[in-house]
């Protein structure tokens, strides 16, 4: 089940790379596309990407007024050639 964001919150999508061994390892590059309900896509480089740990990537996202479904893939290549995908949906926000 994808996580339900507002409008201006900040999102942390993440992704963990392991080895063939099952152990956490760098890959040579990262890529993280992203897809708004528009259909634009978004691509980050693995210099905006944090590494927080060997393997362990993340990227903050600001959310912005795209109400709908939101995709997501982390993109491993060279030394550790892996695909992680998620989601997470954003509904409008409510007028106090």
């Known amino acids: 089940m994808a996580t ?3 409008s ?4 942390r999508l993440s992704a ?3 080895d063939e061994a099952g ?3 760098d890959p040579t590059s990262v890529t993280l596309s992203i897809k708004r309900p528009d259909g634009e896509l978004l691509e980050i480089e693995s210099d905006d990407l944090i590494s927080t740990d060997i393997g362990v990537y993340s990227y903050l996202l600001e959310i912005t007024d795209h109400e709908g479904a939101w995709y997501y ?11 992680g995908e998620g989601s997470l949906f954003v509904k409008a926000s409510r007028t106090l």
């Open 73 to 83: 893939r982390f993109v491993g290549t060279g030394s550790v050639q892996v695909v």
């Open 16 to 18: 963990t790379f392991r």
């Open 4 to 6: 339900t964001y507002s």
């Open 23 to 25: 152990d956490p390892a």
């Open 8 to 11: 201006g919150s900040l999102a």
